[in-house]
């Protein structure tokens, strides 16, 4: 008794003894203005730039690294980034040339000349399924006939067709510089031993996918973006109230995905705190699977789109701050339609039922639907209005929908891969500012999940499963080729109509994102959005950008 009495004060003493060291480094970063620190529930899923799919991998991602060209922070205009400028077009728009600033080093020393940089962009056409996401076949192989360095300065791409937005596609993620010391031309490395360096203002100094990662300035960073601290901090929490509790503590400076709308309503009324509001093209949408039962019958697919309301979610779990979709290009992007609205005008449960019916279900013989989703990553709410769809459906009095969780880096992968969920819901933020990115990549080489196509090595399109799809196809191939912006708004709407009938993707709302930060903490004013600290319209933060000020320091 006697040595279980002094284990158990042993084990208190330990315990109150990591609480006070962990106060004393809380406090102690906080009142270091060298460092900032930024918590997230938003946990990592993939740092290899040819395979990483969410916003949160990007932004870090380009932070550490630089593609030729990129946006300027705050906002979703183009300038040169490794690049001596914006490049050079051919004629027939299929070879765009680019030449490399000199001086330009990864973060351990190592020069980066056109030569190593094409080696390693062309990973992105060759790696293929080594990567669980294959983000680059999406990007790259499409588009890309070869990249070439003629010389060490210079870039040349090679297109398959003509692409109207390609330097938009430059400027995505999977086209930074990386290092072939760290990911190989063979292989995919998800999650790298840090050290991991780039070309960019920052080197990955310490990882851990589970607990944090410390980012620190690279020494031979020549680019416009230096660091204005010495130490940015990624924390990551298991759930939204843990980080709420730590910004309102000051365990954390910034709070940065994902907090729901109500802690974000109490966390408004705590002194010392600052509430941004970033205006994005962010939605949620169901994902329905045309290859695997019971979401390959149509008729199940127009009953789920006939049963979803809309503002039912936007009411009752964010308070009327989402607003309901009705297409999967959100209002503001050219040739936005409110295709879903007019074809279902949901909810319309007769109609529900009607197509239920039609396939021989009933309340006696109810369809039987598991409904995927990731608990945490698309914020702390997620649960919540799940729960409202799960009611939705079941309102017909024909359906039975188990909620089924899965943690974000199995989920992304095993929804994509369109082998494992008939129905899921999926997130999705523009890789680059144009419809094309909300259509295209949810209709070619699987649809993320959807198998509206198969997907094809080297296809830009894959193989369509139905005559339908095949038309859908034909139009959006089209909309990616034309100058015309009157011709591609007639094609996006006819694309977003015959999306809405095959009911692949069901939208359900678009957001703002928010970022909670404590005002010692600021953007620069020089760039757009300072009040949000220049997150700007692709929704990244420019970690150069922050600074810290600390009273007295």
Not at 121 to 133: D, H
Not at 534 to 547: E, Q, R
């Amino acid at each position: 008794m006697k040595s279980k009495k002094m284990l158990v004060v042993l084990i208190s003493v330990l315990v109150l003894a990591s609480l006070v060291l962990s106060a004393c480094q809380s406090k102690s970063t906080a009142n270091d203005p060298s460092v900032i620190v930024i918590g997230t529930t938003d946990k990592i899923a993939s740092l290899d730039a040819a395979d990483a799919y969410s916003t949160h991998d990007w932004e870090v991602i380009e932070n550490v690294s630089n593609g030729l060209v990129a946006w300027k922070p705050g906002t979703t205009d183009l300038e040169p980034a490794l690049a001596t400028d914006l490049g050079t077009v051919s004629d027939d728009g299929l070879v765009y040339t680019f030449t490399l600033k000199d001086g330009i080093k990864f973060g351990d020393g190592t020069e980066l000349t056109a030569t190593l940089y094409a080696q390693q962009l062309n990973r992105l056409l060759t790696i293929g399924p080594s990567c669980p996401n294959d983000v680059a076949d999406a990007l790259a192989v499409p588009y890309i006939k070869s990249i070439e360095a003629p010389d060490a300065k210079t870039i040349v791409f090679t297109l398959t067709t003509p692409i109207a937005y390609f330097r938009n596609i430059l400027a995505t993620s999977p086209f930074v510089a990386t290092s072939p010391k760290t990911f190989p031309t063979d292989q995919c490395v998800l999650y790298p031993k840090a050290p991991i360096y780039g070309t960019g203002p920052w080197y990955v100094s310490q990882f851990n996918a589970d607990e944090q990662m410390v980012l620190e300035p690279n020494p031979y960073y020549t680019g416009n973006y230096k660091p204005q601290v010495k130490k940015i901090i990624y924390r990551f929490y298991s759930d939204a109230n843990t980080l709420a509790l730590a910004v309102q503590s000051g365990e954390v400076d910034i709070a940065w995905r994902m907090l729901s709308t109500d802690q974000i309503s109490e966390l408004e009324k705590v002194s010392g705190l600052k509430i941004g509001t970033i205006p994005g093209g962010s939605i949620r949408f169901l994902t329905l699977n045309l290859t695997m039962a019971p979401t390959d019958d149509p008729n199940v697919r127009k009953a789920i789109a006939y049963s979803i309301d809309r503002n039912e979610i936007a009411d009752t779990v964010f308070g009327g701050k989402v607003s309901p979709l009705y297409s999967m290009v959100p209002p503001g992007f050219l040739g936005a339609e409110d295709t879903f609205d007019t074809m279902y005008a949901s909810p319309n449960l007769d109609e529900a039922r009607k197509a239920l019916e039609a396939s021989g279900y009933s309340a006696d013989k109810p369809l039987e639907l598991d409904l995927w989703y990731p608990p945490e990553h698309y914020g702390a709410s997620t649960a919540a209005w799940m729960q409202i769809i799960q009611k939705q459906l079941e309102a017909t009095g024909e359906m039975k929908v188990t909620l089924q969780a899965q943690e974000w880096s199995t989920y992304i992968s095993a929804l994509t891969q369109g082998k494992s969920y008939p129905a899921a819901v999926e997130g999705w933020f523009f890789d680059y500012p144009d419809p094309s990115n909300y259509l295209d990549p949810f209709t070619y080489n699987g649809g993320m999940g959807n198998n509206l196509t198969a997907a094809v090595k080297g296809s830009t399109t894959g193989t369509p499963t139905n005559d339908t799809v095949a038309q859908l196809v034909e139009v959006l191939q089209k909309a990616d080729v034309e100058l015309d912006d009157t011709a591609r708004v007639a094609e996006y709407k006819q694309a977003q109509e015959m999306a809405a009938d095959l009911a692949g993707n069901i939208p359900l709302f678009f957001e703002a994102e928010h970022v909670i930060y404590r005002d010692s903490i600021s953007g620069n004013a020089n760039f757009n959005s300072p009040e949000t600290l220049n997150i700007g319209g692709n929704v990244f933060f420019n970690y150069s950008m922050l600074t810290k000020t600390v009273s007295g320091k």
